[in-house]
């Protein structure tokens, strides 16, 4: 069957000469892997992880790897290859796309909010150094696992494990200590894109939702782009 999609580029593997298995996230088709052959109408370029693209796909029943027959980009990035801020933020958020979708199932409102914090990202100049934060935090929604700010003087304790405060403290990572489950409520009451936050702050509400993911996500292990993200982020 041949269809005409929307995608944004997760992983590019390249399979024999001039030949990538893409990994794709699509508006219309959840997730799809496809391979794809470069020609003087598909380039490279056209391929880099993150890109926003326009696919023309072969879906083959009943098979794992489906087929790109054309590309070309809706939307280029162009600002974000030329900032190494803006380019660990993205190289961050690719990881954690790769490690968290695993299902094959249509979400075109995810796709829309993955779409809309790359271009915000690319053309904003102020205001991204959080966005690593909001978008770990907003795509729990999209997968049923939002923390829940319940925190009061009676529950002062974040659980990572049930996603509440709870009145029991429990060792870092399966739970948080009183301070540090005070900074993550008030973290999630403001909006995070445009919150203040000290560098300690920062990579201690980072580390809090990475080892959330890892309790919520099946098989969410090392980040490899996390010490670079941390360094850029510090300086």
Do not use: W
């Amino acid at each position: 069957m041949r269809v005409s999609d929307k995608a944004i580029v997760l992983q590019a593997i390249k399979h024999g000469d001039k030949k990538f298995i893409l990994k794709l996230y699509t508006h219309n088709n959840g997730l799809v892997t496809a391979s794809v052959a470069l020609n003087k109408n598909i380039r490279s370029s056209n391929i880099f992880p993150l890109s926003l693209i326009n696919v023309e796909l072969v879906l083959k029943q009943n098979k794992d790897v489906h087929q790109v027959t054309e590309i070309s980009s809706y939307y280029i990035l162009s600002n974000i290859s030329g900032s190494l801020s803006k380019l660990s933020i993205a190289q961050f958020l690719n990881e954690i796309l790769i490690k968290s979708i695993k299902e094959s199932a249509t979400n075109q409102h995810l796709f829309e909010f993955i779409e809309s914090c790359l271009i915000y990202l690319n053309d904003t100049e102020t205001e991204f150094v959080n966005l690593h934060l909001y978008f770990l935090l907003e795509l729990t929604k999209y997968f049923g696992v939002e923390p829940q700010n319940n925190y009061s003087i009676q529950t002062p304790f974040f659980d990572c494990r049930d996603g509440q405060f709870s009145n029991m403290a429990l060792a870092f990572p399966l739970g948080l200590g009183k301070e540090d489950s005070l900074l993550f409520s008030q973290f999630l009451k403001v909006n995070a894109l445009k919150t203040n936050l000290s560098n300690h702050q920062r990579q201690t509400i980072l580390e809090i939702l990475l080892a959330y993911y890892r309790l919520h996500f099946p098989g969410f292990n090392t980040i490899k782009s996390l010490d670079v993200l941390k360094e850029i982020i510090a300086g």
